[in-house]
């Protein structure tokens, strides 16, 4: 993004470095990327729009995308405070057990998804430590929403933690320090100074979070139940209908998911180029002036 | 922080609430048999409000038996299962304790209303010329099968090519490892399931033998065409019964009791048999299948009980380290 | 030495309780109820269990390939990176746009779209069969679908996202003046990359490829179906866990997925230490 102002010549590499870097990069996101998403829109609209969205308008589908809709609500807030707490904490203090707390912010990330939602099962089960006392008070946790909602969260849990930690540990904490010592109090040093600073590597921590809230399957899979209209996320939807064969509607809950994602990116962008747009215009009227 | 935490925590718990019809059963099943209670159900319902005038309200989970078992064990609150093998509902029996050990006995025809059994799929024209199991083993014919430790079309299958091997002429469990071990050297990718299993024959164009149920084979036919394929019926075949059971626990527990068993014993009326024919399941009632003869081939079956019943045969050949696992290890040095 | 170094800055003990409190409640909490679960098993049974040769096998697998895909992440994901931040080319926001799609993709349709591709039969792996370009090229076919060079590049994708976007933020806040100090140096532009912009992005270059390693040892849903499964050549342990489960095995499952646990953790921890490391020794530098 081209939030700096333009750079002088030479700082910038020859023309051809330029062509190869960028022609290498594009070749590996256009066989690894770009190819197998063409292709899930290819196979969406393998037997025309018609189909396609009469896939989406299925009771099941709303069903569906409404449940990951609100589990992504309720997951992506939670873990956004988490991730902020823990990288101011980690970023700006130093102390000891530093890299053991970031590793284990990190544990969530390299658990296998079935093991996710396997974990839950031992904590909630009718076998597990929680699983009597729930079923004499007759609380659902898993085969219903809490429990895909937990499994979510789990699953996202280090990314807005992860995407912050080195953002803020490359800017230090001068400035802060600075505005403490003209007196702000922490909030306000927080929301004035910190928050500007970070804000765009929070909102692709938002965005990467809950781009995978929405796509996970292997964790709420196995805590989710399957009940058809009820207990299904888009991605447990999927895989319902590709097992019946029908691979445009399979294809095109799939294809939501990717929109969806694409929706949040092109308002991330377009936030961006607005901010872009304002510093400009005042830097132009400071100019003029 | 802490206060939104909190006060979310509610919303989540009401959340769980579901809303309650006349009466709700949840008949947790496996994957393939969607589009069977797609049908059935409604039938179900306007037979029941005919004869009582009260509306049941039918929900439905799919997903690999086993899992689905899994998650009845763990307290998902199915008032009647639906699955491909006894074991999964022996497990819910032993482990869980939500119905009897005896379940099997409480319906009739060893509680399956229907069956199945595995056929050969081949390509168009049938190039390599299979007929029977031994074709399988031949060398250079690619045979795909789900891994027969995720699938139970795969254990199926496995047990088919068994029963076949031992009941050859001068016959023997040595010679019957020797032949599911051959056939399985000849298996280039173990799906999960058998579903992914057929996408791989008929999508990835690999192999040239897909081993599956009967009834899947329409399936494939209704979604990727009947001229793409042939089905070839082997000389002896596997038996595929389909267990169901009323979840005792939980159908007392809701006060289901009476809907539940009714739901399943409708799956023995002339209904309820005529429309598992018409999802290519072998009926049980004699007048339903002479009525639907024609695409039910006469095979010479054997059960999963003349090889010992589940629980002998996954301690013998499925559980780790048992006979398909060293058969696994086997041909995988060999390779 | 104190835990704390003295700081003016507020907010230590809330937001590290914080961390903690929420940590214990999302994370270990549940992960403890594994390792206890484990416990229940004799030594001896735990021991045979994850040092079989078909799970040591699926170990050399699962880590291996996603170290590798890790790796090609780190070096790819960076030029991704840089080509975004720094060039201007037609095309380029909606590029950016797509890097994060493969979070987005539910696992198994991944895999299902990839399987797709690099079938022998598909877009991009018939050019890789005998009589395809590539094939041809080389004088041999080179399978990608259903061997492990398959899992690689599902591996590949799902953690694509994870360097190029923790390299992106600090590339943007990078100060051109160092650069623009350098030039007028006399440093070439190499020794830039290598003296002054390597440095400062190596932290979150790690970070990336401490994250795309841990997501894909993890991964199941899209390997699954482009990996073929073959025991003792492209079985990863994930798929090992779950056939565990199908014979409701549970002591047996939660026994490998401990040790799983227990080597990512680990690797993890090397892995930010070392980063914590580089960033105390050269990130306090500039």
Redesign the interface.
């Known amino acids: 993004m081209s939030t700096k102002p333009r750079r002088s010549g030479i700082t910038d590499e020859t023309p051809w470095v330029k062509w190869l870097l960028t022609g290498t990069a594009l070749t590996f996101i256009g066989l690894f990327l770009l190819v197998p998403l063409v292709s899930v829109f290819a196979e969406a609209l393998n037997k025309g729009w018609e189909l396609y969205l009469a896939a989406l308008v299925d009771d099941d589908a709303l069903s569906a995308i409404k449940l990951t809709l609100v589990t992504a609500a309720i997951a992506i807030p939670l873990n956004l405070t988490f991730g902020v707490a823990a990288a101011w904490a980690i970023a700006k203090f130093d102390f000891k057990g530093k890299s053991l707390l970031v590793t284990l912010i990190d544990l969530p990330f390299s658990v296998s998804p079935v093991v996710a939602g396997l974990v839950y099962v031992l904590l909630f089960g009718s076998h597990g430590w929680f699983g009597p006392w729930l079923e004499e008070n007759d609380i659902k946790i898993i085969f219903a929403v809490p429990g895909i909602v937990l499994a979510t969260l789990f699953v996202t849990f280090p990314f807005v933690a992860r995407e912050l930690i080195p953002l803020m540990e490359a800017q230090g904490s001068d400035e802060e320090q600075a505005a403490m010592v003209l007196g702000a109090s922490g909030w306000q040093t927080f929301w004035r100074v910190t928050l500007p600073n970070i804000k765009w590597g929070l909102l692709y921590g938002v965005i990467l979070a809950n781009a995978r809230a929405m796509g996970e399957f292997g964790a709420v899979s196995v805590v989710s139940g399957h009940i058809r209209g009820m207990t299904n996320t888009i991605p447990l939807h999927v895989e319902i209908l590709y097992n019946e064969y029908n691979f445009v509607g399979a294809f095109a809950c799939a294809s939501i998911l990717a929109l969806l994602a694409l929706v949040t990116l092109a308002l991330k962008s377009w936030v961006e180029w607005k901010a872009e747009r304002d510093t400009e215009a005042a830097r132009a009227a400071a100019n003029a002036e | 922080m802490k206060t939104r935490l909190f006060a979310l925590l509610p919303a989540l718990l009401l959340s769980s609430h579901l809303v309650q019809a006349d009466a709700t059963l949840l008949n947790v099943s496996y994957d393939v048999m969607r589009d069977f209670y797609k049908d059935y159900n409604p039938a179900f319902q306007k037979y029941w409000k005919g004869k009582t005038g009260e509306k049941v309200v039918v929900q439905q989970s799919h997903g690999g038996s086993s899992p689905q078992a899994r998650s009845v064990i763990e307290g998902l609150q199915a008032d009647v299962v639906t699955m491909n093998q006894h074991s999964d509902i022996d497990a819910i029996a032993e482990r869980g304790k939500q119905l009897p050990t005896n379940w099997a006995t409480r319906l009739p025809n060893n509680a399956s209303p229907f069956t199945s059994l595995q056929v050969l799929i081949v390509r168009k024209g049938n190039p390599k010329g299979i007929k029977d199991w031994n074709d399988l083993t031949r060398p250079g014919v690619n045979v795909v099968i789900p891994n027969p430790k995720t699938a139970g079309n795969g254990r199926y299958t496995y047990l088919a090519a068994w029963g076949y091997a031992l009941k050859q002429p001068g016959g023997n469990e040595q010679k019957a490892r020797e032949f599911v071990a051959a056939l399985f050297r000849n298996v280039p990718v173990l799906d999960t399931g058998g579903r992914g299993a057929t996408t791989t024959f008929m999508q990835r164009n690999i192999g040239d033998v897909l081993v599956t149920f009967e009834n899947e084979a329409e399936m494939i036919a209704r979604e990727f065409g009947r001229g793409r394929f042939e089905v070839v019926y082997p000389s002896i075949s596997i038996e595929a019964e389909l267990p169901v059971s009323v979840v005792d626990k939980v159908v007392d527990k809701k006060g289901t009791r009476k809907q539940a068993e009714e739901y399943l014993k409708y799956l023995w009326s002339p209904e309820g048999q005529t429309v598992a024919a018409q999802n290519y399941l072998r009926p049980r009632d004699k007048a339903v299948f002479a009525k639907y003869a024609k695409q039910f081939p006469s095979v010479k079956l054997f059960t999963v009980n003349d090889l010992g019943g589940w629980k002998a045969i996954g301690q013998k050949h499925f559980n780790d380290r048992a006979i398909y696992d060293q058969i696994a290890a086997a041909n995988a040095k060999k390779k | ?1 104190t ?3 003295p ?6 003990n ?3 309780g ?2 903690l ?3 214990g409640l ?6 403890s ?2 390792v206890y ?1 484990t416990a229940g098993l004799e030594w001896a049974d735990f021991w045979s ?1 994850v040092s ?3 799970v040591v096998a699926s170990y050399r697998l699962t880590f291996g390939a996603s170290f590798i895909a890790a790796l090609l992440n780190l070096v ?1 994901g960076l ?2 990176a ?4 720094r ?3 037609p095309g380029k ?1 909606l ?16 895999g ?6 690099y ?6 792996g018939k050019h890789f069969a005998e009589d395809g370009l590539i094939g041809e090229l080389l004088g041999k076919e080179i399978k990608l ?2 061997t492990p060079l398959g899992i690689v ?1 599902a591996l ?2 799902i953690s ?2 994870f360097v190029v ?2 390299v ?3 590339l ?2 990078l100060e ?1 003046e160092l ?2 100090a350098a ?2 140096l006399g440093a070439s ?1 190499w020794q ?1 990359f290598s003296r002054v912009i390597l440095p ?1 992005i190596w ?2 270059l790690l ?1 990336g490829f ?2 795309a ?3 894909a ?5 899209s390997v ?2 482009i990996a ?6 492209s079985e990863i ?3 090992l ?9 549970y002591l ?3 026994a490998i ?1 401990v040790v ?2 227990a080597a ?2 680990a690797m ?2 090397v892995i ?2 070392l980063q ?1 490391w580089t ?1 105390k020794r050269l ?1 306090r530098r500039t």
Do not use: C, H
């Not at chain 3, 299902?112 to 591709?117: E, G, Q, V």
């Open positions: 030495m835990f704390k170094k700081s003016v800055l507020p907010g230590f809330l937001s590290l914080y961390t409190f929420y940590l999302i994370v270990l909490l549940p992960l109820a594994l679960k269990t079989d040769p078909r790819f030029l991704v840089w080509v975004l931040v060039y201007s080319f926001r590029i950016d746009a797509m890097v994060d799609l493969p979070f987005a993709l539910p696992t198994a349709v991944a299902i779209a990839l399987a797709t591709l079938a022998p039969n598909g877009w991009i679908a259903f590049i590949i994708f694509l996202p976007r923790t992106q933020p600090v943007e806040d051109i650069e623009e030039s007028s532009r830039i400062t932290p979150a970070t401490a994250l390693f841990a997501r040892i993890g991964e199941y849903g699954v179906f073929g499964n073959m025991p003792m050549e342990t994930p798929l866990i779950i056939s565990k489960l199908e014979q409701f095995d047996g499952a939660t997925a799983m646990l990512s953790f993890l921890l930010n230490l914590w960033a990130g």
